[in-house]
């Protein structure tokens, strides 16, 4: 079975420029998170959709970040623009359905300069 | 909401000997799950094990089983015959609340094996 798949697996931007991730789940993972993991700390959910629709987004910093689950499949988080305070490890998860157990991608490491 | 506390930033323990991880967490639900996760340096999280509240049985899994409280609110792993493929960061997490029912993890523990 694929696991979650994840890319790029490192990105390093300056302050103020955009960058993008992208997540492809587990084939047939109806559930779908994004998840910040700052150095040295647990991960903090950003977002999490079920399907294409967003279920939680309370975390997420709205002014900054945007991201969308178009039909339902893969991701995409945007960051526009970026501060020094996003760099960060962003993991994406997937599950069969909400309290199931969830599969990890390997994370985009960000480094903002 | 959930908050997750794991007391320990750091362990380390001598392989082939047990070593036990704390957690406590506080929730308002009363039908919840609760995870450890695994985290190697790769950064990729694996599930460890998993025990449902509203079983009274410890979860076990090969090496690995739970001491769950729900009274006390605690969720400890103990991790026996340690191999030197333990070394990670190891984090508790809730999972619960109605509707987003999202996972809330701690801030993880540094287990170091030593040979």
């Known amino acids: 079975e694929a696991g979650v798949a994840q890319s790029p697996r490192y990105k390093i931007i300056e302050k103020r420029q955009s960058v993008a991730f992208w997540c492809n789940p587990i084939?047939?993972?109806?559930?779908l998170y994004w998840y910040q993991q700052i150095l040295g700390q647990g991960p903090k959910l950003l977002i999490q959709?079920?399907?294409?629709?967003?279920?939680?987004d309370s975390q997420l910093p709205k002014d900054r970040f945007s991201a969308e689950r178009l039909k339902g499949v893969d991701s995409t988080l945007k960051i526009q623009p970026a501060k020094l305070e996003d760099s960060a490890v962003y993991l994406c998860?997937?599950?069969?359905?909400?309290?199931?157990?969830?599969?990890f991608g390997s994370g985009t490491q960000l480094s903002v300069l | 909401a959930q908050t997750v506390t794991q007391s320990q930033p750091e362990m380390s323990v001598q392989e082939a000997e047990t070593v036990t991880l704390s957690c406590t967490y506080d929730t308002s639900e009363s039908d919840y799950y609760l995870f450890w996760y695994k985290q190697p340096p790769s950064r990729q999280m694996i599930l460890v094990i998993r025990?449902?509240?509203?079983?009274?049985q410890n979860a076990t899994e090969n090496r690995f089983s739970v001491n769950f409280q729900k009274a006390a609110k605690s969720f400890s792993l103990k991790i026996s015959d340690s191999q030197l493929g333990d070394a990670a960061m190891y984090f508790c997490a809730p999972l619960g609340g109605q509707g987003a029912q999202k996972l809330v993890f701690g801030q993880g523990t540094r287990l170091t094996i030593n040979p």
């Open positions: 998860a997937s599950s069969l359905r909400v309290r199931e157990k969830l599969f």
């Open positions: 025990q449902e509240a509203y079983k009274q």
């Open positions: 959709f079920q399907n294409n629709g967003v279920v939680d």
């Open positions: 084939s047939g993972h109806a559930t």
